[in-house]
Every structure is written in structure tokens, then in C-alpha cells.
């Protein structure tokens, strides 16, 4: 119950108003279509340099939350998911709104988000402490393999080709070996005077999730197409909680398959919506009113994708494996703090996780008020026209990777790695695991350099490397996550018969 | 008319002559105890590389929704906006003057209104200088980020 102690952390004036803002803002930019909540946190990342690290994590930890469920606004009020977590809460919630239950909809949707949040964030609170002390016996070699394991697992898994998706993973292991090496100082694939101190974490997450999007709003031309909101009558809020402790079930359906999808490293949110809402369609007597504006849809997919954000930290802050994209540029900002995640985190920085993690708790409850009460403001901003939101985010997108170092030269790799991960992305690779290879290489070199040295000195390499339980278990887990996602690949794309390509 | 296989190829041969001149460096380039770690994942990498060109030529690897021509043509004023306020009117004009054209030549080139009518005009002008007072509060007032001055600010 360590974490009780430091609940205070949360309620200084700063953090909390960082809390709300976080809240508040997480909500309209998971509103807005196009910019997902991965996007967001990693625009966010420059403004905690001004801030102590616990504030930084708690305005990033807001934001994620809070995204997640923005998202469901637009889902529901416009048909467009706001975040790919959203899919489907709108398969019922826009039924549910264009049949008059637009406000019972929302309600249902930040309720039982802001149910499977808490629980999430309680499954954070007590399974982080007990991996962190099982994490101390790992060992150069073991993390080593825990680097390797985390760019596998979400390049095998979050990715549409595996192939593509372990080629991402190899681009961001190669880019961050950009720069001096850190023992000899030797020069390491340094083509331009910009990369000379290697590429810069934020200023390439910054490029890798923005731009991107930016690209892809513009792709659409200049007439794109608009999108009528529908009208939001008014509900008791009474009404609406009562219905939701009479759907006990698709709650509880919700927020466990979103708890356990959650802990696996590189799942994600739009995989736990929708796996919660076929379980609960499956075990509900009403299965056959499923995707006509039946709540237990939303509830289901909005438990689930916000009750996987907890448990998604659990990977992150005990192994260094992000459970989710987002969880993956957390990661990030905790680096750049100079804040190790594992036993070091809660032995020597225990301040700024406990009062990451309470915040998170208190976050939810926040998300659930802020959610029912601005949602129809929020769907009015979700309306900006799509050429306003691409200059913002281009703009943002620059003074953020400037800001990091006051360098132009963060600002010429940003781009870069933006315009060239939008033209991959449209070939099936993805940012995702590309940027756990740039966050995660240094670790694995570190450690493996480190491994190399004590093998040296004892049995060799192989039997350094390759010999022990926990050695053993971690290469067999990256195999399986290998074989796993290769074979799902194959099911997907069943012999694709090489063809002669159509135009495009 | 572009051949989705050929379209395939494009990444798939860039990516695996990158690789390949990884591996290259990571092998040859001194002091070897630096590219220990590179010499190990290049292996990975220019072997992957090698897999994704091969199904690439092979017509196996398509997968995503490659770069119609509609696309390119809707992207390139945007991208040239872009690239134009990175690397010359950031530093030209200066990084607000450089961000407000770049902010309000995005907004007109893609907004669907007629380039004639004078209210959106009027719109795009009070947008764009609302949206930099806010970008000029929140970094040069708040963060105090010292921007580049060109010519203006």
C-alpha cells in the first residue's frame, strides 16, 4: 500500500492543474479525428521539459487516458473514431445517438471508461511493485533479450506485414546507433552535419507520429468531404449510471479482456474494443441487437479500451517493454528525464512513480466529469476543417522538435523521418516499432556490450547469451512472437499469388 | 499509371540498399569494438531487407495501399510548403513570420472555399493570426524558447 503515501503529489497546485489541463486537452485532441492520442503525447513531450519529471509524467499520463476515451465523442456523435481505440464503440454508439440517445450514449461511454480505467490503473498499482523486485534478477544478458523481446512483439504483432513490421524494428535499432559511440566515441554513421549527436528521441517521435498524419489529412485533397454532427438532447445522469450497473456484464467483459489484452506488450487499444465487443455480443441474450444502437456495445468497447491503458504501463515500467505505441513514446519521456524504468524507477525515483500512477487513478475520475459535461463542446472542436488542423499540427510539430535542443538540425531530421514514414506506412511499415528500435537500441547495446565484456571474461558469447532459464525462456519468447505473427500472416493473406500489379 | 509491383519495389530496393550499406560500414569501419553492436544487427537487418525485396519482386509483398498518383498530387503543394518553411523561410524570415506563411499557405491551399471569395479570406487572416498569437504565448512567452530571427521574427 506504498502508493497511498504518496497521493499528496497529485493534489500540489501544479500537478493538479496539469492533471486538469491534461484531462481537459487529452479529451478535445482525442476528439478530433486524425490526431491520435499517440500523436498527442508525443507533441506534448517538449512542454515537460519545463516541468520537474513527476509533472511531465502526469501531464503525459492525463493525456494518454484521456485520448483514449475523447476518442468514443466523435465515435459516437459523428460515426469517425476519434482514435483506432474508438472502432467500435461506433459500431452502436452512432446508431444509439441517430436514434435520439445521443447524451445516453456519451454518458454510458465515459462511465464505463471511466469504470474500466480505474480498474486498469488498480491492476498498474499492484502488479508494477511485484515484476519490479522480480525484475532485479535480470541480468545484462536478460535485458538484452527484453530489448530485443519488446521491438519483436509490437513489430511482429502491431504491424499488417510481419516482415515489414521487423524491418521497422531493424530501421529504428540502426538509427539509434547514429552518432559517437558511447565507450570508443567513434563516429557511427553519420552522413549530415544535423546527426552528428544521433537523432534526437523526441524530435523523431515528434516527426514519426505528426507528420504523418499531416501528410494523410492533405492526401485527401481540398475537398474533403464534411461531416454533419447530430444534435444532443439532454439525459440525467442518474438514468444513464443506473443503466450501466444494470449492464454489469458487458462491463465486466469490457474491462478484463481490455485488463489482459493490456499486459500484452504491442496489442493495443482498437484490438481490446474489439475483441471485448464480440466477447460481450457472444454472452449477451440480446447478441442479435448488437451494432443497432444497443448499449452494451458501447459500454463493452469503451470498458475495455480504457481499462488496457493501465496494465499497457505494466510491461513499460517494470521490463522497458511499452505495452502500446503510446506506452512506447511514454517511454520516451521518461529516458529523456534521465528516469530508468524497472527496480530503479521504484527504489530511487519512488516520488515520480507513485505520483504518476496515483495521478492516473485520480485522472480517471476527472476524464469521467470533464467527458459527460464537455462532450458536445468537445464534438464542435472535433468539426475544425481538416487544412486548419494539418497547418496546426505542422506548426506544432516544428517549434516542439525545436524546442527540444534549440536546433534546427532536430527540426531537418523530424521532417525527414516524418515525409519518409509516411511513404512506408502507405507500403505496410510501421512507426511503432520503428520507434521501440530507436528507443529501446541504446538499451540493448548498452547491455549487450556489457554482456559481451562479462562473457568474455567467463564462458563465451553463446553460453553467456544462449544458457539459463530466464536467457532461454526470453529467446523462446521472441521466437513464438516471431512464429505467432508469422503465422497469423500467413492466415490473413492466404498464398498471395505474386500477380501482375494493377495500376494505382 | 504506376504498376502496384513496381511501386512495391521502390521501398523494398531502397530499404535493402540501405541495409546493405549498414552492413557495409557496421563490417569495414574502425575501431571494430565500436560496431560490434551494428555488425550484429545488420546481419538481421540486410537478411529481413533481402526477404521484403525478394517478395517485393515476386509480387508478395504488397501490403498497404502504396502511393496512387491522386495522392501524390494532393500531397506535393503541401509537402513543398513544408519543405520550403523548414529550409528557408524559418531561417529566412524568421520562425514565426516563416510559420504564419507556411500555416496560412496550407489552410489556402487546402481549403475547399473559392480562392476568390474575400470571407474566407478574411477567415484564413483572423485563423492564422490567432493560432500564431497562441503559438507565440505558449513557446516564446511561456517555454521562452529562443527561436531563429531572420529578416523579421
Known sequence: MEFLSYFGGVFEPVALLLLIGGTMGGLILGATPGLSPTMAVALLIPFTFHLSPTQGLILLGAAYTSTVAGGAVTAILLKIPGAPANIATALDGNKMAKQGHGARALHLSFLASGFGGVIGVLILI??????????????????????????????????????????????????????YDDIQGAQRFIFADALTGGINIIAALIGLFAIPQVLEMIAKGRFAASVEAITVPKQRIMDSFRELTQNIRSLSIGT??????????????????????????????????????HPEGVIAAES???????????????????GS???????????????????????????????????????????????????????????VPTPIMAAAVLVLAVFGS???????????????????????????????????????????????????????AQSGPWQYFLTGTLNLFLVALVVLSVAYSFRSNKARNPATKPSRGVAT | MISSRSQHLIPASAIFAVSAVVAWLSFTQEPADAFLFPRVISVFFLGLAGWNFTRAALGLARVGDGVPRRVLKNIAPGLSV???????????????V????????????????????????????????????????????????????????
Open chain 1, 304 to 322: 475495455a479500451n480504457n481499462a488496457m491503458v493501465g496494465p499497457s504501463l505494466v510491461p513499460l515500467l517494470t521490463l522497458s517493454i511499452p
Open chain 1, 402 to 456: 525545436y524546442s527540444v535542443q534549440q536546433s534546427m538540425g532536430d527540426v531537418y531530421v523530424m521532417l525527414a523521418l516524418g515525409v519518409g514514414m509516411f511513404f512506408l506506412e502507405r507500403f505496410g511499415f510501421s512507426a511503432a516499432p520503428l520507434v521501440l528500435g530507436l528507443i529501446l537500441g541504446p538499451i540493448a547495446e548498452a547491455n549487450f556490450i556489457q554482456g559481451s565484456m562479462i562473457a568474455d
Open chain 2, 82 to 96: 513544408m519543405l520550403i518553411f523548414v529550409f528557408f523561410l524559418a531561417g529566412g524570415l524568421g520562425f514565426y
Open chain 1, 126 to 179: 499492484f502488479l508494477t511493485p511485484i515484476l519490479a523486485v522480480w525484475a532485479l534478477a535480470f541480468g545484462p544478458s536478460h535485458l538484452f533479450w527484453m530489448a530485443i523481446l519488446g521491438v519483436t512483439v509490437i513489430g511482429s504483432l502491431d504491424s499488417k506485414s510481419f516482415v515489414k513490421g521487423l524491418l521497422s524494428g531493424c530501421i529504428g535499432l540502426w538509427l539509434s546507433m547514429i552518432g
Open chain 2, 98 to 153: 516563416g510559420s504564419a506563411l507556411a500555416f496560412a499557405a496550407i489552410y489556402t491551399l487546402y481549403d475547399p472555399a473559392p480562392v476568390s471569395d474575400l470571407r474566407a479570406w478574411r477567415k484564413r487572416i483572423v485563423v492564422t493570426v490567432l493560432f500564431m498569437t497562441v503559438i507565440y504565448g505558449l513557446f516564446a512567452l511561456l517555454l521562452k524558447v529562443q527561436t531563429p530571427r531572420g529578416f523579421f521574427f
Open chain 1, 256 to 293: 478484463v479482456v481490455g485488463s489482459i489484452v493490456g499486459l500484452i506488450p504491442g496489442v493495443g487499444g482498437q484490438i481490446a474494443g474489439l475483441v471485448a465487443y464480440d466477447q460481450a455480443r457472444k454472452f449477451s441474450p440480446h447478441r442479435d441487437k448488437f451494432g443497432t444502437g
Open chain 1, 325 to 383: 505505441p503510446t506506452a512506447a513514446v511514454l517511454l520516451g519521456g521518461l529516458l529523456i528525464n534521465g528516469i530508468f524504468p524497472g527496480s530503479d524507477l521504484f527504489e530511487n525515483h519512488p516520488q515520480v512513480a507513485w505520483t504518476f500512477i496515483n495521478s492516473m487513478l485520480v485522472g480517471q475520475i476527472l476524464m469521467v466529469i470533464f467527458g459527460i459535461y464537455t462532450a458536445a463542446w468537445a464534438a464542435r472542436i472535433a468539426r
